[in-house]
């Protein structure tokens, strides 16, 4: 399932084809992806001006010059991607396996520097899905997230305040969307693996007997945002079937130091440990049980 940096290179690779565009057509090739569309999308977007493309947690944004944003979710297999001549075409950038049979939404779009292309938006499992709203509380995905881990609003502090009292193990408290938004499997693993901080301590561990934040959080807190941002400057990561708009892969695989990495050796200098895999909540988590520790 993409996290935040794949979502967030996806919205960088969209972007500049897709502000000032005018959406002249929508076909919808179905009724429903992983939810039936948003009733009326069609006729709702067609004719609107694309203002911003922005991100939230997993979800992409793209707002309009009509007060509504269509919210993008791709599931595991969903992707965008564009078409300059014709929409069973090759794409710009070419993209083994694609298949017209699994474009189910196309934009033709009108850009005044670009010119005319289509987004396609293709997804052979459909798993993804879309909202229209016009303000963030009206859709249901966005009204009870937690702030954005590479925001001012994430800090050891905040953390704090989340977790007090807290019973769960760390990383549940961390997939939390509400506590966080945005992380997912495997950036927590990598997180916790920096930070030193096993996997299955209670959140609340973190916290002091005064319930601030153990230097353990702040080191955390800053393993959150430096493996987001590296993630972000690689594209990102692909396991199976993550691609960006450009119909490439992510290579932050290459550099993950526990994720999946289980029985080979910990890469922390002078660690003797090997990466162990147990399952938390039906999800596998990876961590070394020499160097991660309880704080």
Known sequence: MPELPEVETVRRGLEPWLVKARI???????PD???????????????????????????LLIALDNGLTILSH??????????????????????????????????SIDHPEHGKSHLIYADPRRFGFLDLFEKPEDSSYLKDLGPEPL???FNAEEMAAAFKGKKAPIKAALLDQRVVAGLGNIYVAEALHRAHILPTVEARTLLTKAEKPK???????????????EAIEVGGSTLRDFRN???????FQHRFAVYDREGEPCPTPLCM??????????????????CQKQP
């Open 74 to 107: 791709l599931g595991m297999t969903g992707s965008w991607r564009f078409a300059e001549h014709g929409i069973d075409k090759p794409p710009r950038y070419y993209e083994p396996g694609t298949e017209p049979k699994h474009d189910h939404l196309i934009f």
């Open 245 to 251: 708009a450009e119909g490439g892969s992510g290579y």
């Open 215 to 229: 230097k353990a959080l702040e080191d955390l807190s800053y393993a959150v945002r430096e493996v987001l941002t």
């Open 151 to 153: 925001g001012n609003d």
């Open 33 to 59: 992806l992983r939810f039936p569309f948003p009733a009326g999308l069609a006729e709702k977007v067609t004719g609107a001006t694309v203002t911003n493309v922005g991100r939230r947690a997993k979800y």
């Open 24 to 30: 002249e057509k929508v076909e919808l090739r179905r």
């Open 273 to 290: 440990g090997t990466i162990e895999r147990i399952v938390q909540s039906g999800r596998s988590t990876f961590f070394c049980p020499v």
